[in-house]
């Protein structure tokens, strides 16, 4: 990789002979032997000159040239990441320390996404049900016989939830949207139950998201338009590094009982954060930990981790005000605790307005805290909608990161 190529201008053929000894002499043995050697050296030249242009037509089709950095959060949710066999040739003529550092291509897939009103083959509108359960749909009988083999396993238990969604949401009986929010989540679990293993994100959506009125709820395998509503159904550098010119060293942790790392990718891969030359040239650095699995106060609690003080605490959509965190249990009161006894800036972030003033309020209900920034508008939030399960009801798109706000702890209430 980056060698210079060198080509042979000379020939390695005994010196001139003339016309005429070309012609009387006679080949013999030895010079035979002489003959095919140089043949040989020949073609172990050509292939030494050719070599890098073999080697770039045997790399795999999926992979693709690119210098663009990768998010840090993003290398989380990437299927697969493969060192390269190859960099770009602007690296290589532009930028010479990077000949020792190790390539990456991620081949990136996004999630599939559920949607009650289209094809869950190639989430065109749909047209046609499951025969048997009625809660997925497709857009022919190509793709429903396509889709069985993913859709049998669920078929079975989504059967009788879909007489159990038809009861229950009937015009007769309307359920207010914490009652409607209730109902999904003990559908789940029922499915769940049934199934005896842990649902996908789209197959979560199919009970999270059916065909229901968010006004009315009322559920119809038709429903497009309510009749009676109306209702229509790489950052790190750039935050830290460019906007902190004196900072030399930047290192995250990232922390969390449901952060999980892909299996077989080699751990520096997932570490490495790529930096623009101007970082470079200034000896900064970005440098990536996890804790996977792990509670933050059972982290910092635990002395064997040896953990540095923080500098800055980020808390991204945690729902600090749900009081069954992670397992059922109120795991939030003592991350509360932990992090305002260390006495330093802590960002919460939220998916809604309503959102981050229960947060506040939470944090307020377990420690004495400092208000660095009141709750507004995050100029950094996604611009990606999600759907809203939490309150869709009044807000039935949501954005990560929509609302921001920073507090630092003063002292613990008891």
């Not at 002499?25 to 140089?38: R, S, Y």
């Not at 559920?219 to 935050?239: A, H, P, R």
Request: glycine share 4%; net charge positive; proline share 5%.
């Amino acid at each position: 990789m980056g060698r210079r190529k060198h080509r042979s201008k000379g020939s390695n053929l005994p010196s001139k002979t003339t016309k005429c000894n070309l012609a009387c002499e006679k080949p013999t043995i030895c010079d035979e032997a002489k003959v095919k050697d140089v043949r040989e050296r020949r073609a172990t030249r050509e292939k030494t000159i050719t070599d890098d242009t073999c080697y770039k037509k045997e790399r795999p089709d999926d992979f693709h040239e690119t210098n663009n950095p990768i998010g840090v959060r993003s290398r989380l949710t990437y299927p697969l990441v493969q060192p390269s066999l190859f960099v770009d040739s602007s690296i290589l003529l532009n930028e010479d320390e990077n000949e020792d550092e190790e390539c990456i291509e991620l081949s990136v897939k996004p999630r599939f996404v559920f949607v009650s009103s289209l094809c869950i083959v190639c989430l065109q509108k749909s047209t046609l049900f499951c025969e048997r359960c009625r809660m997925v749909s497709y857009c022919s009988t190509t793709h429903r016989t396509q889709g069985l083999s993913q859709h049998r396993e669920l078929c079975e238990a989504l059967t009788e939830i879909h007489s159990s969604i038809v009861s229950a949401l009937s015009n007769e009986l309307q359920l207010d949207a914490e009652q409607y929010r209730i109902y999904r989540l003990e559908l789940l679990a029922i499915l769940e139950c049934e199934i005896k293993r842990s649902l996908d994100l789209w197959e979560k959506e199919i009970i999270l998201y059916p065909r229901v009125c968010r006004v009315c709820r009322r559920f119809s395998e038709k429903l497009v338009c309510c009749t009676q509503c109306g209702i229509n159904l790489d950052v790190w550098e750039k935050l830290f590094l460019h906007f902190l010119p004196k900072l030399k060293r930047l290192h995250i942790i990232l922390i969390g009982p449901e952060l999980r790392l892909p299996g077989g990718v080699p751990l520096k891969f997932l570490s490495t954060v790529k930096i623009c030359n101007k970082c470079k040239s200034a000896g900064r650095a970005v440098i990536v930990s996890f804790k996977p699995e792990k509670l933050y106060h059972d982290l910092v609690r635990d002395a064997s981790e040896n953990l540095a003080a923080p500098d800055l605490i980020c808390l991204y959509n945690p729902g600090l005000y749900r009081k069954t965190g992670f397992g059922g249990k109120d795991t939030w009161f003592e991350t509360i605790r932990e992090f305002s006894k260390t006495l330093v800036p802590t960002i919460i972030t939220s998916y809604t307005k309503e959102e981050i003033l229960w947060e506040i309020n939470r944090v307020n209900s377990v420690s004495n805290v400092e208000v660095l920034l009141s709750p507004c508008k995050n100029p950094f939030a996604s611009v990606k909608p999600d759907r809203n399960f939490v309150s869709d009801n009044i807000n039935p798109l949501i954005y990560k990161n929509h609302y921001i706000a920073i507090v630092k702890g003063k002292s613990i209430l008891l």
